[in-house]
């Protein structure tokens, strides 16, 4: 007679190197766990009050600028040191680990420091400059030597036709793109720039190549317009004009098509570049002009800078921000960047200060025990099923906001309210189609013109 019984190994339920602590088999069938959902729901409740327990997103204030600081940048190769710019031709490099400054060229230019871009290649120590003394320079952590007061000198200078504000490079070739009252294309070994690029006669605010399909580069002017070049033909592809002046651009680095831009309107605007007579989304939430914005590497966060005195960080798809920073001290944030493995932010603000902040607010710095990372993924699975019942979702979405911010918001959506109510009331008492309907989405643009 043969009798049939449950075996199982050893192994499989017994951890290694330890005798004292099994494994237990369990059934999941939800008949035999009939309080499961209330159970997870305490623990989503608990995960979410501790998310916003230990939310410190501020790390560190990097002193050392004595003017405002106006632009930063980050080398693709080069996880841990930033580039920064300040008003009064100041250039600093900045390692993120030690948080203190590993290079700086005094006076570099005389007056703002525009634009800074590193150059990319096998060498991670050079990196152009750009500022309102029509000067464009190359410099070399290395390689640049010094003058009698130990300064460092540029690697090479070249002279600009006007004011110079904003500067990028090409991914793979040695060349560069500059912004003034037009786009110029320079080439690293030519002293004058080898094509010229305009579409309109105002100023040209920044300029940014695309770092995936390298043959198109973008800017925004102060004529409110955004155009994208292809740099094959050495002609414009398409003009954009929104109803008030974009500050901005910065492109997604994992969809070739996609860019987001920062605007004056308080508003960010992510547009695909096939398609451009309307925005693929708008994140709304900031209450002053948006001075600068940036994508993760992964391309599915954005943070943004502006002139309210706060950063905010995004989900690329979402239209509310996920979380705000912002301290007593810090004045206009002008410049905001993403660091290279997406688990820093960087801001430089007016009043000197280079800050860096956690991407995540309440993620904990360090190496992580297989337990811990565990339970961690398990926390983050229950908030995300349950983050849409009341409870848990007034948890996560609390925010400390600061009252001048708050109180100018409650302001503006009491304005947009009545906006919307006027133009129902119009709708309704004028003849059916003479007040159309406009999409959120293009309600902004005025114009697209292609060439």
């Known amino acids: 007679m043969k009798v049939k019984a449950l075996s199982r190994s050893t192994s499989d339920y017994v951890r290694e ?23 997870e729901y305490t623990r989503a409740v608990n ?44 250039i600093r490099i900045w390692s993120l680990g030690s948080q203190k400054t590993v290079w700086k060229a005094p006076n570099a230019h005389k007056g703002i420091v525009q634009g800074v871009c590193p150059i990319p290649g096998n060498e991670t120590d050079r990196f152009i400059s750009v500022g309102f003394d029509k000067l464009v320079k190359i410099w070399s952590v290395h390689e640049s030597g010094a003058n009698t007061s130990g300064i460092p000198d540029p690697v090479a200078t070249y002279s600009g036709k006007g004011l110079l504000s904003g500067v990028d490079h090409h991914r793979k070739k ?7 009252s037009c786009v110029e294309i320079w080439d690293v070994n030519r002293s004058e720039p080898i094509s010229t690029l305009t579409w309109g006669a105002d100023t040209v605010n920044t300029v940014r190549m695309n770092q995936t399909e390298t043959n198109v580069l973008a800017s925004c002017g102060t004529d409110r317009t955004i155009i994208l070049y292809d740099l094959r033909s050495n002609s414009p592809i398409v003009k954009l004009v929104q109803t008030l002046r974009t500050n901005a651009i910065s492109w997604n680095p994992m969809e070739a098509f996609i860019f987001a831009t920062a605007n004056e309107d308080h508003n960010c605007y992510t547009f695909d570049m096939r398609r451009m007579n309307h925005a693929t989304n708008i994140l709304k939430d900031h209450v002053s002009a948006v001075m600068d914005i940036d994508y993760s590497p992964t391309g599915e966060e954005l943070v943004s800078a502006s002139y309210d005195r706060s950063i905010r960080l995004w989900n690329a798809r979402e239209g509310k921000s996920r979380d705000i920073y912002h301290t007593k001290r810090m004045q206009r944030v002008f410049c905001a960047r993403f660091s290279m493995d997406s688990k820093y932010v960087v801001s430089g603000s007016d009043d ?36 849409y019942l009341p409870q848990v979702r007034k948890i996560l979405k609390n925010r400390n906001i600061p009252q001048p911010i708050k109180k100018v918001s409650k302001t503006k959506w009491t304005m947009i309210e009545s906006q ?16 159309p309907y406009v999409s959120e989405r293009k309600k902004s643009i005025v114009a697209v013109t292609s060439k």
Do not use: C
């Open 352 to 387: 000197g200060n280079v800050r860096l902040w956690k991407a995540h607010a309440s993620e904990r710095l360090g190496p992580k025990s297989t337990r811990e990372r565990n339970i961690i993924e398990y926390s983050e699975k229950l908030k995300e099923r349950y983050q």
């Open 47 to 90: 995960a979410a009050k501790l998310e916003r327990m230990f939310a410190k997103p501020f790390l560190g204030a990097m002193d050392g600028h004595i003017d405002g600081v106006y632009t930063l940048s980050k080398h693709p190769w080069d996880l841990g040191s930033m580039i920064s710019g300040s008003g009064d031709g100041e």
């Open 174 to 180: 040695p060349q560069f793109a500059t912004s003034s």
């Open 420 to 435: 919307k109510r006027k133009e129902e009331n119009r709708r309704k008492h004028s003849k059916p189609g003479s007040v």
């Open 17 to 39: 190197r330890s005798s004292d602590i099994q494994r237990l088999p369990r059934n999941f069938d939800p008949a035999l766990h009939p309080f499961e959902r209330a159970r």
